[in-house]
């Protein structure tokens, strides 16, 4: 990084993810110049219109390659199968790497062709990538030159289980059940019928039942306990509305330990690992909020809803125990465009060059 500040590609900053990677980065404080890249021929304020005024404009990939070795990031917003074709030669010419889609996540090659369906064609490039989680990996992303940003729905459900896994009060061997809802943003930029406000407009969408493909990189990431690998039971549709990451999951707690667990119990537990308000972990938030009325009523404000994050790279967190069947619950909640993609890759951003972590993303939910 020369005194100028950073220099920075957003190679397909066509799609949702990458022009959100450029909004945040015009708002940062320490980055100098913003290079998106298009293989279409439409300005860049015509396909983004919201960045009107911006002075930014569309690139060609290779001629961004090609200058590599002047840049200080690259941002990847491709496709999966994009970046390990990308990633060699912009290393190569010095350039530090994040990549937003799913091809370095997974350590071991045979690990991605089963959640994805291809042949790693970089694996050797694998044991360096450093997963994304931020409040995770602060150590390893300070030295790191390719950085494997987690999925949206992963990193939601990674930030709401890890407190209660780690202290080892799941069931061994019960699956986790974790009920997803998307933005239709999730789906992607490239038109489908499906995904159409006027057929998903008052209603829901679910998808990949049968197996969805972030559920392999949950199990490889969430802290085991005693009865070896989690297996997660991943459900997923998109909602009716444009952008955010629901996520509700279900933890059956280990039958020696559901007496001692209680919602304070849990409350307790997640605000002393990430802290309480904005101390400690300042993007992630513990709804700590008191249970009003009797056992039935419906007590909304203990929980987070979507509205109070969409916008923002924070993670909301709520909490509860179901007494009776030893069920813990976790509700959380992102932006699947910022904390769940753009803010979380330039949060690891800001670690990589010794930032302020929060820099060019202190605004709270819409």
């Not at 060699?88 to 937003?100: E, N, S, T």
């Not at 729905?153 to 974790?178: D, K, M, Q, W």
């Amino acid at each position: 990084m020369s005194d100028d500040g950073i220099r920075a590609a957003v190679i397909g900053g066509t799609g949702y993810t990458g022009g959100e990677t450029c909004r945040l980065l015009l708002g940062h404080p320490q980055v100098s110049e913003i290079l998106p890249t298009s293989r279409g021929t439409e300005s860049f304020e015509r396909v983004h219109p919201n960045l009107l005024g911006s002075g930014l404009r569309f690139h060609d990939a290779e001629d961004i390659e090609a200058q590599a070795s002047s840049l200080d990031v690259v941002f990847l917003c491709t496709p999966s199968g994009e970046a390990m074709r990308r990633a060699p030669a912009l290393l190569d010419a010095g350039a530090r790497v994040i990549d937003l889609s799913a091809d370095f996540r997974f350590s071991d090659p045979l690990a991605y062709r089963a959640a994805h369906g291809r042949e790693h064609t970089a694996p050797q490039l694998l044991p360096e990538a450093v997963y994304g989680v931020t409040e995770w990996h602060r150590d390893l992303l300070a030295g790191a030159r390719l950085v494997a940003n987690p999925g949206c729905y992963v990193i939601t459900a990674l930030l709401g289980l890890e407190p209660l896994l780690s202290a080892r009060l799941a069931e061994p061997g019960a699956p986790l059940h974790i009920a997803a809802v998307n933005g239709t943003t999730g789906a992607g930029i490239k038109p489908r019928t499906e995904t159409l406000h006027a057929e998903v407009h008052g209603s829901m969408l679910p998808y990949s039942l049968q197996g969805h493909r972030h559920a392999p990189e949950l199990e490889d990431r969430l802290p085991g306990g005693p009865g070896g690998p989690v297996t997660v039971d991943l459900s997923t549709a998109h909602g009716p509305f444009a952008r955010g990451i629901y996520i509700q999951a279900s933890v059956r707690v280990r039958e020696e330990m559901r007496e001692e667990v209680s919602r304070s119990m849990l409350l307790d537990l997640y605000t002393e690992r990430y802290g309480a308000g904005s101390e400690g972990e300042f993007f992630v938030r513990v709804n700590t909020e008191s249970g009003t009325g009797g056992l039935t009523d419906k007590d909304y404000r203990r929980y987070p809803g979507l509205a109070g994050v969409t916008g923002s790279n924070f993670c909301h967190i709520g909490l509860d125990y179901d007494v009776r069947r030893g069920i813990a619950k976790v509700v959380a909640v992102t932006d699947n465009l910022v904390k769940g993609a753009a803010g979380s890759a330039v949060q690891n951003m800001n670690v990589m060059f010794g930032l302020d972590e929060t820099a060019g993303l202190r605004g709270y939910g819409l």
